[in-house]
């Protein structure tokens, strides 16, 4: 076989290799799993856990993991980027089953399965208040159901606690599972036929909740449902709401999942997020192997567990006896066997050995005297006949006696000789030493001139010394050093001495051609000195082997400092540019860069959209291109070369034309910076049609308020006051004419009871355009008759709370306030179709914050923008503007409007 035919052999064997290991790898089957929640979860790691422990077991199965992360992320921005994510990351992939861990995942799939999960089965655990018709019309889909037996676990309580006289139940009530859970508890409860009282702590903040637990006595048992998200919509995880509420108190605590456990609850029915995952993963084993998913059926059971800590039984005296059958016991101590178990059966093992070895030394010792008998009379024949060799070997010896004396006169002579020639060597050699050792050390002295101390290192010795100008330069005393390796090496830095050792070995073994090393070395003060040391073999063994390696050393702190003063300014130049690049790429205003004749240099991403040119055509373009109120080029640059003198910043408003030649009003900033090693203008604009415009609506709205206002203040004066003037005219008239005196003072009733009238009319419109409540007691009093004037009318029901709220605020945000709330409530009472309203004004720190609730149709139907309603969305926004103050505004499922407002304030008067 040649050479070629050999090579093609060997090219045709790494192809089917290779075939043979594609094929392979193409077998692997893909399983996603979607967890609804995070990864670090107490409850999403426990199903992970028994997943693997079915599925990972198998080296043809591939698992993705992707987590959802929706206990912290509620918003639905994160949910559409997720969306776009898996869209691009796991469109296509075959999977052979697709296994989503509680509710939000399921929701997730159900609603993206035909765009890129379609025909993949499903498998379905830890799903919470589950029914069938939660599935309907999916097919292809089975899995394990979540059932939290609360029930049984406030029987246990009550079992075990017989003397309580209250259940505590902690629950978020910020899910809708939470108030069925709720739910579920308020109705089985007369059903136990128990004195025993429950109440919930719910809709809490965190501080909140722990000061009301602090506050349960022993005559209380805590049962924690569930808590993740206190009323302001803060994460809290399930380690850390136990860890909380066990700092807190300590009575007893319940809940009905097992990740508690272990971690200071007694314990309960549990349920096992472990064996939830490890069901579902035999599932989808099931899928794999060729079962119909549709025929499987649901697992409703199996996950659940009664599970104790005995620290805890132990803690709150509950016998083991009180347990229910079959319950499993966490952290009890073993027992005398199961504690000792291994070293009884080593001992038992040792004891059987020893019996084992005694019986069989018997027997061999038994075999050993036969052979010694057999093995005397063999040896007594032997010791005859060696009798008889010796004797005649005895006669040889004597002769050859004398030959060896003979011979040994003639060594003594030539031994003296020898002795005589190793002296004079011996001298010769001392001699050359003396030369030697003073050539070193005049070598030493020169190097410890020319340096900052010199060194010496006997390698076969393991002596190391320093010259006393390095101990001196260290700080050291003589005695307080040891002239040895290892001392040495500990006052270097624990970063470098594994570095010295390295090239200081390396030299010695002649693998590195120089020793030159850098390191950090400790003095008597504790500061570190940096030292460049450089080294040489100075000697050699007879066997040819490294016997001593000296050296200097070199101070280089200094010169290490200003390397590294170096290193962080430039770190800190690249992080400014870094951080400044950012800023200019992302931000939301457009950005040019030009020189200070109006030549574009840069621009950012957002320049180039607003004026729809892409970036290069710009970079070829003047500032002047693009502003039309410049169009005079000369007038322009006339006007940049003066501010370009005064290095001042400066705005302006103007007109930009786009590429299409359409224009905007925008507001431009310039400021001059130092760009690539010169000065430029930093030119940054926005869009302000919108601002212009809106500023045009709220002027409108100012306008048609007032004049709204006095069309009313002048039909309030027509309709009352008029009629009441008309008629004390006629009084007076009636008077001129009238002689009768009992005519006269009937007139003169009359004219006074319309004068009281006309006063009380006249302080009515006055209180309504500036209510005297308001001016006289402030806003709560104010906010108070009016809303009992409200309650009165029987329309609907309001009502007002405070927090905090002890004394009066300055008078222009009191009626500021008080407009926004009057016109809040008058959109309700025309629009909403609102039964119940309430209003809470609170003080936080620096602010007042009022939040104002209606049951009505929610926001989709309030008209607030119509010019039907009065002041409007507009109106109340130019008056939180007026006192720097913000509206946000949502709905619940109860409160189907909700308006918050906050008014800064520096402090209360």
Not at 343 to 360: P, Q, T
Request: contains cysteine.
């Amino acid at each position: 076989m040649n050479l070629w035919q050999k090579f093609a052999c060997r090219i045709l064997f790494l192809l089917i290799l290779f075939s043979i290991s594609a094929f392979g790898m193409a077998q692997k089957k893909k399983v996603l799993v979607l967890h609804s929640y995070h990864q670090g979860l107490s409850w999403t790691d426990n199903i992970t856990k028994g997943i693997q422990s079915v599925l990972g077991i198998h080296q043809d199965i591939e698992v993705h993991f992707e987590y959802l992360d929706s206990k912290r992320n509620v918003d639905s921005l994160y949910f559409k980027e997720l969306y776009q994510l898996y869209r691009t990351k796991h469109h296509n992939i075959p999977f052979e089953a697709i296994l989503v861990s509680d509710n939000n995942a399921l929701y997730f799939v159900q609603e993206h399965r035909n765009e890129f999960f379609k025909d993949i089965p499903i498998v379905f655990c830890a799903i919470d208040q589950f029914s069938d018709s939660l599935i309907k019309g999916m097919d292809k889909i089975t899995g394990v159901t979540e059932h939290i037996d609360f029930k049984r676990n406030i029987e246990l309580i009550l079992q075990l606690h017989p003397f309580i006289s209250e259940i505590v139940i902690i629950n978020d009530n910020q899910t809708v599972s939470a108030r069925i859970n709720k739910k579920f508890i308020q109705d089985f409860w007369p059903d136990l036929n128990t004195k025993v009282t429950y109440r919930f702590f719910e809709d809490l903040r965190i501080p909140e909740l722990l000061e009301q637990v602090n506050q349960l006595t022993a005559s209380s048992v805590i049962l924690l449902t569930n808590f993740t998200r206190d009323r302001k919509g803060k994460y809290i995880s399930y380690q850390e709401n136990i860890e909380m509420i066990r700092k807190v108190t300590s009575i007893p605590v319940y809940s009905g999942w097992e990740f508690y456990l272990d971690r200071g609850i007694v314990g309960g029915m549990l349920t096992s997020g472990y064996d939830q995952g490890r069901i579902a993963a035999e599932l989808v084993m099931s899928i794999i192997n060729g079962t119909d998913p549709d025929q499987l059926p649901i697992v409703r059971e199996g996950y659940n567990h009664l599970e104790f800590d005995y620290r805890q039984l132990i803690k709150y005296n509950i016998s083991l006896n009180l347990l229910p059958q079959g319950s499993l016991i966490i952290n009890k101590p073993p027992g005398f066997f199961t504690r000792y178990k291994y070293l009884l059966y080593i001992s038992a093992g040792f004891i059987l050995l020893m019996a084992l070895l005694l019986v069989n030394n018997e027997m061999r010792n038994r075999r050993k005297a036969s052979r010694l008998v057999a093995m005397n009379r063999e040896l007594d024949q032997r010791v005859y006949e060696k009798t008889t060799a010796l004797r005649e070997a005895n006669t040889v010896l004597k002769q050859q006696k004398q030959q060896i004396i003979v011979q040994n006169n003639e060594l003594d002579k030539h031994r003296h000789n020898l002795i005589d020639l190793v002296k004079e060597r011996t001298n010769e050699l001392e001699h050359a030493n003396r030369k030697l050792e003073n050539g070193r050390h005049r070598l030493m002295m020169m190097l410890d001139v020319s340096s900052d101390g010199v060194w010496e290192y006997n390698i076969k010795e393991g002596t190391f010394m320093f010259s006393s100008q390095t101990w001196e330069r260290l700080g050291y005393n003589k005695k307080d050093i040891a002239e040895n390796v290892e001392f040495i090496d500990s006052l270097i830095h624990s970063d470098d001495v594994k570095v010295v050792q390295q090239s200081r070995r390396n030299y010695i073994e002649q693998k590195i051609s120089v020793y030159v090393c850098e390191f950090r070395i400790i003095s008597r003060t504790g500061n570190w000195i940096w030292l460049l040391s450089r080294g040489k073999i100075l000697e050699w063994d007879q066997d040819g082997n490294p016997r001593m390696l000296v050296g200097t050393h070199i101070d280089i702190t200094e010169r290490k400092k200003a390397e590294q003063k170096l290193l962080q300014e430039e770190k800190r130049l690249r992080d400014s540019e870094k951080r400044w690049r950012s800023l200019f790429e992302q931000a939301g205003e457009g950005i040019i860069i030009m020189s200070l004749v109006g030549d574009i240099i840069e621009v950012n991403p957002e320049a180039a959209i607003s004026l729809q040119y892409n970036k290069n055509e710009l970079l070829s373009m003047n500032i002047l291109d693009v502003d039309v109120e410049k169009e005079d080029h000369k007038n322009a640059r006339e006007f940049l070369a003066k501010k370009k003198l005064s290095n001042d910043s400066f705005s302006y408003e103007t007109i930009i034309k786009r590429k299409d030649k359409s224009t905007f009003p925008a507001e431009v900033s310039l400021n001059q910076i130092d760009y690539s090693g010169s000065r430029h203008w930093l030119v940054t604009f926005r869009d302000i049609s919108k601002r212009q415009e809106f500023e045009r609506h709220v002027l409108n709205a100012i306008i048609q308020t007032e004049e709204n206002e006095r069309s009313r203040f002048s039909r309030d004066l027509h309709d009352t006051i008029g009629p009441l003037l008309s008629g004390m005219k006629l009084y007076l008239s009636t008077l001129e004419k009238t002689k009768s005196e009992e005519r006269k003072k009937k007139v003169f009733s009359l004219s006074n009871e319309a004068i009281n009238e006309a006063i009380a009319s006249i302080r009515e419109i006055s209180n309504n355009l500036s209510p005297q409540t308001l001016t006289d007691y402030g806003l709560v009093s104010a906010l108070k008759g009016f809303i009992q004037r409200l309650n009165a009318s029987h329309l609907i029901n309001a009502s007002l709370n405070t927090i905090d709220w002890n004394q009066r605020i300055d008078q222009e945000k009191e009626l500021a306030l008080y407009r926004i709330t009057t016109e809040l409530i008058n959109n309700t009472l025309k629009h909403s179709e609102a039964t119940k309203i309430d209003i809470l004004l609170e003080h936080k720190k620096r602010n007042i914050t009022i939040t104002y609730r209606d049951n009505g149709k929610g926001m989709k139907d309030l008209h607030l923008k119509s010019k039907s309603t009065g002041m409007g969305l507009s109106n109340i926004q130019s008056r939180l503007k007026s006192v720097d103050g913000k509206i946000f505004m949502s709905h619940e499922e109860d409160w189907r409007f909700i308006a918050q407002i906050i008014v800064p304030i520096k402090k209360l008067t």
